[in-house]
């Protein structure tokens, strides 16, 4: 039984180092995901808005976060703005900023559509009570829209967990690269630990991805019903 | 207290008010008649900018506006001083009976919480529904919904309320009911204007009686004249259509 590849997890502090790596990942996931309902709200309500320079603008951002790989993206905050201006973000500062980037188109896409789907006269009766119109947002619509986003918002959460793996091509430490570089220490001791680890890796993102979809699934049905 | 003057809007090439001047008092029911597609509702929400007239002036008391111009904070002053009951209620949907009474207290008159559900209660209580605070819009019948909208409006103390057709989306059987209430507050010397096609009640209650057609008002006056001595053609012609079997003195 000495033989078996499994020894590698319990070796040094292995386990541990993963699971900081998990950390890592969805720290960085639940950071983004924050600022993504907070941007991508504040994005749909522009999308809606009547000015065609407005509109055009948010379309384009939309479509550029859209077609560009993720990858570009990180690779442009990172070495881009390193480069160019001089400005100094760490890893996973730039991760933040590049997940908040598509996370923020994502929502402001869902949350236009939500916005859209509330009749006009939603606004009007908050209008015709002497509400302005932030107000009405405030505490008619978006308390409208919230139920369906919620859910929304859950499924980008895990979307970005899964997606987060990219971050260790720009130098984050995150559980993948801290696996790789286990699987590197331990090439000539254990050689089949690669499949230990990365075995370890299925079940930690099921495990951090599992109770999330769960927890949307439940808010998904409870609200339908209301 | 209250005078519109000239009121013009178009939809794209179709001209919807072509010129329509109203007065009200203070204490007065103002009943606005007229067919379908002659621009009432759009006169009413003109009154209150849910519609942006083309031109024309409000004057009220110390205020002067020119209705295409006002401004941000025009339009904010004038909504705090009117209220609207919209035709299919418009109730807030994720709100209960109550929340939708308090809403236009709590957040755009800073009334504080527990002042502002005392005053959504007596509002609730006035129009009958004291026992139903607690429901959601879609817990409540069509006229209990209405009354909810009615509650909602007396509840901000405004100085008019603006009623659009409050009853033509209803069951034939709950007309009633919201009509009642309305006739209380009419009684009790709210000042109102009312789109309607109910005659009777307009009878009833109205101090001025205004017919419009074709954006246009074709004729004013006491609900006596125009129910029973309408001049015009096209009123007498509206008043036969809308009651079968209707009989004017000449
Ligand atoms: N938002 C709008 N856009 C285009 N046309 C409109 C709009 N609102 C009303 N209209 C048109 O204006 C005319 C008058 O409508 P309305 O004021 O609702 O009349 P009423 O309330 O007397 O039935 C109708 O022909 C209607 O189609
Ligand atoms: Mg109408």
Redesign the interface.
Known sequence: MQDLGIRVLFLGNNFARLLQGLWITIRISLIAVALSIVFGVLLGILMTVKNPVIKAMTKIYLEFIRIMPQLVLLFLVFFGLTKSYGINLSGETSAIIVFTLWGTAEMGDLVRGALISIPK??Y?????????KW?VYR??II??ILTRLVPLAINLTTRMIKTTSLVALIGVVEVLKVAQQIIEANRYTVPDSALWIYGTIFFLYFFACWPISLVAKRLEKKWKTT | MLTIRDVRKSFQENEVLKGVSIEVEKGDVVVILGPSGSGKTTLLRSINFLERADSGTLDWEDIHLDLKHASRKDVALIRKKTAFVFQNYNLFKNKTALENVMEGLTVARKVPKKEAEKIAKEALDKVGLSERYDYYPSQLSGGQQQRVGIARAVAVNPDIILFDEPTSALDPELVGEVLNVIKTLAKEGTTMIVVTHEIKFAQEVANKVVFMDGGFVVEEGSANEIFNHPKEERTQQFLRRILPDYDYAI
Do not use: K, N
């Open positions: 006269h939603q009007e009766s908050g209008a015709a009570i002497g509400l302005t107000q505490y008619v308390p409208q």
